[in-house]
């Protein structure tokens, strides 16, 4: 369920990123590939049988239960977004100094 959703997201960022949409586009593309290849290379690896992280085994693992829909997305999205989000920003700005905007 989480693999259908997720195939629309770094598409549509693409696409803003085409269009200017961000205030350092070419940054975002970089961070939106990191991010989804996160994704893609623990899948692979799970269905490769190799150590992926206890909370995406969880996932995938209860793909077969009797869980509703929204259940088995969110289980995908939650250990997305808590794991591999921090994981892809960190990848993508090692090194690099991190700039807060206030307003």
Known sequence: MFAYIYRR?????????ELGSFEDN???EKFDVEFANF?????????????VS?????AFDT????LTILQHIMLGINTHI?????LA???????????????
């Open 26 to 28: 070419e940054h975002m």
């Open 39 to 51: 994704y893609l290379d623990v899948y692979n690896g799970y269905v490769n049988n190799s150590k």
């Open 89 to 103: 920003a960190s990848a993508v700005m090692h090194g690099k100094e991190i700039i807060v905007n206030k307003k």
């Open 63 to 66: 793909q077969k239960d009797s």
């Open 9 to 17: 997201t770094p598409a549509q960022i693409l696409k803003e990123v």
């Open 82 to 86: 808590n794991l591999d989000l921090g």
């Open 54 to 58: 206890k909370s995406w085994q969880f």
